[in-house]
């Protein structure tokens, strides 16, 4: 997609971090942008260095169902139809799964899945029926995963586990999207000058119950890495790239290429040559099909412009 000028977008996670890279991206554009984020002192910091464009805040927790509804009913009512969707929110857990408890389950997977699916199915179905009746043309949705969706390792758990999701989820739905002429990418950050480290600071009253408690040396050390981290306006170009090149995949940091490499080497490295098994011609003859099928989706949804 090329044509972004007019056009109105939304921006979970956006005050602060790759979310507002992107949003200062959007806006020189000339899209019209909604910045959705939990804290409303973020938001109000944020369109203060603005210059008072075309971009407004909206408070949200991605995590609520009814807030996501309510949210897009009111930028829709101020700024028109919502036609590129970012769903950008998300938090950390820096602990393994088995330290971890059900709160921190349903806190990390509430912001870093559901905060997605929840994007999705507010927006993605208001995109198809316009679409459909020509009302909007095209369109796309981003979701932001990581490197942690390749990357599995133990300090982030939980994080490993909701990012793997979202990259699913982002193949699943461009198989599908595409048929409205509505691209669907997953970005996978690496480092970010952000601060996700300080993630329980949002942490719900309601999900503390059997959380452990905050180290603070370990939050400083984790301030001093993400000073290195990408600066999240370079994210946010190479974002908007990846848009308008309709990537599957788009990969903001060249920091990972060779461990990708190895990972996926690994993986085929795992496939065994065992003998034929009783139905093997038969259930290779059904694969070929679905493979032929699926190449094809494959090669319609690479195509939408």
């Known amino acids: 997609m090329k ?66 509804s309510e949210a897009a009913d009111r930028v829709e009512a101020a700024f028109g139809p919502v036609s590129l969707l970012f769903n950008n929110a998300g938090i950390n857990l820096f602990q393994t799964i088995e330290d971890s408890s059900y709160d921190d389950w349903d806190w990390v997977l509430g912001v870093d899945f559901h905060g997605v699916v929840n994007g999705v199915m507010t927006f993605a179905p208001r995109m198809k029926e316009r679409a459909l009746s020509g009302e909007v043309k095209g369109g796309h949705i981003v979701n932001t995963a990581s490197m942690a969706s390749f990357l599995g390792s133990g300090a982030a758990g939980i994080y490993n586990t909701a990012k793997f999701a979202v990259r699913g989820l982002s193949y699943s739905l461009r198989h599908s999207m595409y048929k409205y002429g509505i691209g669907v990418s997953v970005v996978h950050p690496g480092l970010v000058k952000s601060y996700i480290y300080a ?71 795992d496939y065994r040559d065992y003998p034929e098994d009783p139905g093997f011609e038969q259930r290779i003859a059904f694969e070929r099909m679905r493979g032929e099928s699926f190449e094809k989706t494959r090669r319609e949804a690479d195509a939408v412009q």
């Open 199 to 269: 993630s329980d600071d949002v942490r719900p009253d309601t999900l503390k119950g059997a959380m452990k408690a905050v180290d603070p040396a370990a939050v400083e050390r984790l301030a001093g890495l993400h000073e290195f981290g990408m600066e999240p306006d370079v994210i946010g170009a190479r974002i908007m790239d990846g848009i308008r090149e309709n990537r599957a995949n788009i990969f903001t940091h060249p920091d990972h290429k060779q461990e990708i490499e190895r990972i996926f080497a690994e993986t085929l490295a």
């Open 3 to 68: 044509d972004f000028a007019g056009r109105t977008a939304f921006v979970t996670g956006g005050a602060n971090g790759v979310g507002l890279g992107i949003v200062r991206n959007l806006l020189n554009e000339g899209v019209k942008v909604a910045i959705a984020d939990i804290r409303q002192d973020a938001i109000d910091a944020a369109l203060a260095t603005l210059d008072n464009r075309e971009v407004m805040g909206v408070q949200l927790d991605v995590s609520s169902r009814e807030g996501f």
